[in-house]
């Protein structure tokens, strides 16, 4: 593990946004200066091969990441700021597994992704 990448896993897990690879980057690179883009995208592909963090790719084109460990939740997209924000609903977690059910289903694992934009936009 070099140094390189214990700074992008320590800024991975001080994320409380989605940032992509070039977001990660700066703020790496604001902690050590040796940190280099090639690295981040190596590290990525790395930490997303082992299972540690969650790459997500939104209709906006640039793939996000989060730490993997974290409890399921889905997200909502702002299609005009970018914002990503995380919610969970039980509401729905108990209808799509009833939805599934009817069919002869289980979910085995799933994502929801609600593209919105503030009312009156």
Do not use: W
Not at 57 to 73: I, L, P, V
Request: proline share 1%; glycine share 6%; net charge negative.
């Amino acid at each position: 593990m070099t140094q390189q990448r214990k700074v992008i896993l320590r800024v991975l897990a001080g994320a409380d946004d989605h940032p992509d690879a070039n977001e990660l980057y700066h703020r790496a690179y604001a902690l050590d200066g040796s940190v280099s883009l090639s690295t981040v995208y190596r590290t990525l592909r790395l930490l997303a091969d082992r299972g540690a963090i969650q790459r997500h790719a939104f209709e906006e084109g640039r793939a996000r990441f989060e730490n993997a460990d974290r409890e399921h939740h889905d997200h909502l997209i702002d299609i005009e700021t970018g914002q990503v924000i995380e919610f969970h609903s039980e509401e729905i977690e108990e209808l799509q597994a009833r939805i599934a059910a009817e069919r002869g289903y289980e979910i085995v694992r799933h994502k929801l992704e609600l593209y919105v934009k503030k009312r009156g936009s």
